[in-house]
């Protein structure tokens, strides 16, 4: 199988077909960047220990022999077990990327830069609105400043700005100086100290008819030059000023350059290079924010603003393949089923079901499944509030259903891994439903784990965790803990442990005196702090601190901390009633409506049939006995976050209530 590899943009592999391999996180990454910069030439492991980590772990030699071995199996699939490797190669004391030059894309556009040589304007046009389009963003766009990239960083950028000014000079010399503006305006703006960018604007501009424009950016070269660098535009540029003042001759274009035939070519290669570029460069970006997304904090905030911008930008285009592509690229893992963004998630949701209108009927199937699956993880928390809904009124459910037959039929690994996800965030039709869960948990954890899926192996724990728990199955929700923590640790995933550290403080709440299980949940509250998640954050610290005063029988705001956020509605009938609030507890019981079926949904609930017990609220205790029923083997647990105990005792309740 043939592989190519891509630098000029986010690091990226491609197989045969043009589809993306599983490089896996940021240092299996920066391990192939180092590779492609040093060229073929081996790059010692101590040398690759050193441009890793400011501070190496202690067993940073076989870290980076693990991220060596994952980057073989992605890049070379089909390689017999024991078998030499023939691209990611071993060599003395390290490692060497052996790709031709014709696979990494950096390599391939210098080649195309040296070959051009003295071609003529049309055939430098040609190449280069072609090559231009490899480039997908920044060189090495996922890296920061590292000290072994800047070079090459720099080297590959002068080469970009270099073939950017090349392909306008030709472009005026074939007489589609008008095509080459919008180019050249962007790249001034973007390198506004490249005297040779604006000599190129300023000539487009004139041989397009325009003097008094081509004028004022000369005037706008000059003052920034001055203003900035305290320096005078160089000879080209003044003598260009002048040419431009007196209309010398030798600015005329040929008129032979400017027939029909010549316009219309380069007007339809231009036109080509910009709809390829954007179309490249937006799938480009989609990619990048699923990798951006798991780094948690500002990662996580900036890939959901640049995804929604990307998918409507892509819609913009009316290109259905192109917009289904860049939505379903973004299979990022989706644990927690209050979106951190719902009027981000509604237009995401939009979006997705306008494509699937859009799409041919016929093939398309894994664009199909992705947009599906989209739309599940996006709808979660959106099911109807009060009745257990079926299928005819539950759009999102069956997307789930639709995209877990699609992918099962596709028997594409990644894919159901996704469409999983999708089943997960729409099975909480009821209470109740935890092995359900638990087995949807089991199949991505087995399929993941057989298919080097770490992400979703991850989420496959996660999902576990939180089901053991509504199972009063703690020691096998340790187990899922620990397991998600090892492979967090190994592939650089830093939000997992905001779950694993609450879950913990879960556990001291079940089984330790209040006073310990208060003193764990604000220590754990300290994980959400920059995480980037306030679907999750917003209101749960309190939350967790009232279940453990219920369960003690304590003052549910004795220490003035209960701010529940989005909890609100269901939290303040038992507030009222500890604050002895009878009657406003119960108008605030009557006008309730049922907490999102999500995986606070038995918690909540409990909350509130406590405080229909306690007032006497006869029509919600029936409300929340008929809800918290199917759940009556279960702990109200299912959050893995924080517990009220096992539902039966307060059906328990309930029934002596009613009674």
Known sequence: MRVRFGVLGAVTAWDEAGDPLPLRGPRHRAVLA????????????????????????????????????????AVEPD??????????????????????????????????????????????????????????????ADFGDERWLRAERSRLTELRL?????????????????????????????????????????????????????????RRARGMLREHLGVDPGPRLRRLEEDVLRHADHLDPDAAQTVDGVWARATAA??????????????????????????????????????????????????????ARVIGVYDVPAIWTR???????????????????????????????????????????????????????????????????????????????FALNGVFMQSFQRAGLAARRDAVGAEIVALSARHDLVRYEVLGHLIRLQSRCARADLAGAGRHADAADELAARHELPLVSVFTTWFRALRVAATEPPAAALDAYRRAAGSLRGAGMPGLSRGLLPLALMSVR????????????????????????????DEGRAEEAREALRCLDSPPRDLMFEALWCLVARAAVAVGERGVMERARAHLLPAAAEEAAGSGLLTLGPVANRLAELDAALR
């Not at 050193?50 to 071995?69: H, M, Q």
């Not at 031709?100 to 830069?113: C, G, H, I, S």
């Open 34 to 73: 180092r590779l492609v910069v040093a060229r073929r030439r081996v790059v010692p492991v101590s040398r690759l220990v050193e441009d890793l980590w400011e501070d190496p772990p202690a067993d940073a030699v076989g870290t980076v022999r693990t991220f060596v071995g994952d980057l073989r199996r």
């Open 79 to 140: 390689r017999v077990p024991r078998t030499p490797p023939r691209l990611l190669v071993t060599e003395g004391p390290g490692y060497a990327l052996r790709a031709t030059k014709d696979d990494v894309d950096a390599w391939r556009f210098e080649q195309v830069l040296d070959a051009l040589g003295d071609a003529g304007p049309a055939q430098v046009a040609d190449r280069l609105a072609e090559a231009l389009t490899w480039w997908r963003g920044p060189a090495f």
């Open 162 to 218: 270099h073939a950017v000014e090349r392909m306008a000079q030709a472009r005026i010399t074939l007489g589609a100086a008008a095509e080459a503006v919008p180019d050249l305006d962007a790249h001034v703006t973007e390198h506004p100290w490249r005297e040779e960018a604006w000599r190129l604007l300023a000539l487009a501009l004139y041989h397009s008819g325009r003097q008094a424009d081509a004028l004022t950016v000369l």
């Open 270 to 323: 231009y036109e080509s290079a910009v709809a390829a570029r954007a179309r490249t460069r937006l799938e480009s970006t989609a990619g990048l924010m699923r990798d951006l997304a798991v780094t948690g904090g500002g990662g996580l905030e900036a890939a959901r603003q640049h995804r929604v911008a990307a998918v409507a930008a892509a819609e913009q285009l009316g290109d259905p393949e192109l917009t």
């Open 339 to 417: 979106s951190d963004d719902p009027e981000q998630a509604r237009r995401l949701v939009g979006a997705a079901e306008r494509t699937l209108r859009s799409l041919p009927a016929e093939g398309h199937d894994a664009a199909r499944c992705r947009l599906l699956a989209t739309v599940a993880v996006e709808s979660r928390g959106a099911l109807p509030p009060e009745e257990p809904p079926s299928d005819e009124h539950a759009w999102p459910v069956r997307a789930a259903r639709r995209a877990e037959e699609i992918a099962r039929r596709l028997g594409d690994p990644s894919l159901l891994a």
């Open 550 to 577: 219920v369960r003690h029988g304590l003052p549910l705001a004795g220490d003035g901390d209960v701010d529940p956020g989005p909890y609100e509605p269901w939290v303040r009938p038992a507030l009222l009633v």
